[in-house]
C-alpha cells in the first residue's frame, strides 16, 4: 500500500479565550499557567491532549535529572549501600547451615560484604547492558539470568 503524504495540523484559534489570542505565550508552560491547568474545565478541548504531553514530558525531565543526580552520588562515593547489622545477621545466618557456633571477626564480615557488593554491583552492570541490548531501560529478572548465563555462572 502507497503511503500518504500527511499534512500538519494546526491550532483551533476560535476555541481559545480571546487573552491568549491577544498576546503570545512565551512557551508552553506559560500557557498552562494562564489556562490554569488545576481546573481541568477551563482548558479547550483543541489544547488538553498537547498540554497533557507538555505536564508530562516535564514531569519526565525532573525525575530524569533526579535520577541522574542519584547516580552521581552513587557513583562517587565510596560507602557500603548495604547496612552492616542486616549484612551480618544474613552471614550468620547462612553460617548457622554449615556449623553452630561460629564465631566472625568484624573485619572477615566487612570482606564479605565488599566482597558481595562488588559482585551486585558488576552484576547490574552486566543486567542494563542486556536490557539496552533489547532495546530497554528497564531491567528485568531475564536480564539478569542472561546476564549471570553469559558470565558463566549458571548454566
Same mark, same amino acid.
Given at each position: ?11 483551533? =484559534?476560535?476555541? +481559545?479565550?480571546?487573552? $491568549? +489570542?491577544?498576546?503570545?505565550? /512565551?512557551?508552553? =508552560?506559560?500557557? @498552562?499557567?494562564? +489556562? ?5 474545565? &477551563?482548558? #479547550?478541548?483543541? !489544547?488538553s491532549s498537547h498540554l497533557k504531553e507538555i505536564e508530562i514530558k516535564r514531569l ?6 533526579? @535520577?541522574? &543526580?542519584? %547516580? *552521581? ?8 549501600? %548495604? *547496612?552492616? $547489622? #542486616?549484612?551480618?545477621? !544474613? /552471614? ?11 564465631r566472625f571477626q568484624s573485619y572477615a564480615v +566487612?570482606? $564479605? ?6 559482585? !551486585? ?6 543486567? %542494563?547492558?542486556?536490557? %539496552?541490548?533489547?532495546?530497554? /531501560?528497564?531491567?528485568? #529478572? ?14
Amino acid at each position: 500500500m502507497a503511503r500518504t503524504k500527511q499534512t500538519a495540523r494546526g491550532w483551533d =484559534y476560535k476555541s +481559545l479565550p480571546t487573552s $491568549l +489570542l491577544q498576546e503570545k505565550p /512565551v512557551d508552553d =508552560y506559560d500557557m @498552562m499557567e494562564e +489556562l490554569e491547568l488545576t481546573k481541568p474545565d &477551563n482548558v #479547550p478541548s483543541c !489544547l488538553s491532549s498537547h498540554l497533557k504531553e507538555i505536564e508530562i514530558k516535564r514531569l519526565g525531565k525532573v525525575e530524569e535529572e533526579e @535520577m541522574l &543526580n542519584q %547516580i *552521581r552520588k552513587y557513583q562517587k562515593s565510596t560507602e557500603l549501600l %548495604i *547496612r552492616k $547489622l #542486616p549484612f551480618q545477621r !544474613l /552471614v550468620r545466618e547462612i553460617a548457622q547451615d554449615f556449623k553452630t557456633d561460629l564465631r566472625f571477626q568484624s573485619y572477615a564480615v +566487612l570482606a $564479605l560484604q565488599e566482597a558481595a557488593e562488588s559482585y !551486585l554491583v558488576g552484576l547490574f552492570e552486566d543486567t %542494563i547492558l542486556c536490557a %539496552i541490548h533489547a532495546k530497554r /531501560v528497564t531491567i528485568m #529478572p531475564k536480564d539478569i539470568q542472561l546476564a549471570r548465563r553469559i558470565r558463566g555462572e549458571r548454566a
